[in-house]
């Protein structure tokens, strides 16, 4: 589990950040074939904080409070780049996913 500490106008505030359940969310979001390609254990997926700006292909227009990445590294990222997804840690649903190429 990782904990996020942030100042926000003079105040601290202190967030955890559920990593298993971000990967989670990301997992249950791909397709069978999808889930073939990933390599290692999906549970130890990298998990980071992200920026709104760093979304490529963003699926809503509205700009969450806390965002985290989940990528899984697959077979396809040597040809295509990294696939992140992008989860609004908030509400709990994919907002946007890294554009591969």
Do not use: H
Not at 84 to 96: E, L, R
Request: charged fraction near 35%; proline fraction near 1%.
């Amino acid at each position: 589990m990782m904990t996020l500490i942030g100042c926000s106008k003079g105040t601290t505030e202190s967030k955890s950040l559920d990593e298993m359940k971000m990967r989670e969310i990301a997992w249950n979001s791909l397709k069978e074939a999808e889930k073939e390609r990933v390599i290692g254990d999906w549970k130890q997926a990298e998990v980071t904080l992200a920026k709104w700006d760093d979304i490529g292909l963003k699926t809503t227009k509205e700009k969450p409070e806390s965002i985290a990445r989940v990528l899984f590294k697959t077979t396809f990222d040597a040809l295509l780049g990294s696939g992140g997804i992008y989860i609004d840690t908030d509400a709990n649903k994919i907002i946007g996913y890294d554009i591969r190429m």
